[in-house]
């Protein structure tokens, strides 16, 4: 493929990419749709998963402390690589690029790719489903959401979120095959 090809099928992406942003963005404007993912973004600040870690060994002793190890190491590493791509890529947010999307919730920083919230939601899951299997069940369908409220309250484009989920999966694999 070459360059100029390449810079058509990137804006066709762009493009698709920023209809779907707009269409999930005016889904938090019902004031109840809003609340819900601005609650379910701030328990992906890290709430969920420093709680997850405090309460790992205590429900499950030395498995659960060795868990607790491999989320702290999972999640230094993802923010390694999240603040080193973040600063490489640039990419403005989607209220910057639009006036039609409207920030459900203050950034935690400038650049929107990839999303940080998504990476560590799908790295610590693996981390802690992979150990403990029943923890699953709550551990995806949260994973899922935090990763929706990111584009619902126009924080991040999809092509961030699948990023940052496909880092933050990378990372875990990694960790888990060692």
């Known amino acids: 493929m070459g360059k100029v090809q390449s810079i058509v099928l990137v804006r066709w992406v762009a493009d698709r990419e920023m209809v779907v942003c707009g269409l999930l963005n005016r889904m938090s404007r019902a004031p109840k749709i809003k609340k819900f993912f601005v609650l379910v973004?701030?328990?992906?600040?890290?709430?969920?998963?420093?709680?997850?870690?405090?309460?790992?060994?205590?429900?499950?002793?030395?498995?659960?402390?060795a868990t607790c190890w491999n989320m702290v190491i999972v999640g230094m590493v993802n923010l390694a690589l999240y603040k080193a791509v973040?600063?490489?890529?640039?990419?403005?947010?989607p209220d910057v690029v639009s006036k039609e999307i409207c920030l459900g919730t203050a950034p935690l920083?400038?650049?929107?790719?990839?999303?940080?919230?998504?990476?560590?939601?799908?790295?610590?899951?693996?981390?802690?489903?992979?150990?403990?299997?029943?923890?699953?069940?709550?551990?995806?369908?949260?994973?899922?959401?935090?990763?929706?409220?990111?584009?619902v309250l126009g924080l991040h484009y999809p092509t961030d979120v699948i990023a940052g989920g496909l880092i933050g999966g990378y990372v875990a694999s990694w960790l888990l095959a060692s």
Not at 86 to 93: C, D, E, F, M, Q
């Open 41 to 65: 973004s701030w328990i992906g600040d890290g709430k969920a998963w420093y709680l997850l870690m405090v309460v790992l060994p205590v429900i499950y002793g030395e498995k659960g402390l």
């Open 86 to 93: 973040k600063n490489l890529t640039g990419r403005p947010r």
């Open 109 to 151: 920083d400038q650049y929107s790719f990839p999303s940080g919230h998504t990476m560590h939601a799908v790295a610590f899951s693996m981390i802690a489903g992979a150990h403990h299997a029943e923890l699953s069940l709550v551990l995806i369908p949260a994973s899922s959401l935090i990763a929706l409220s990111r584009v």
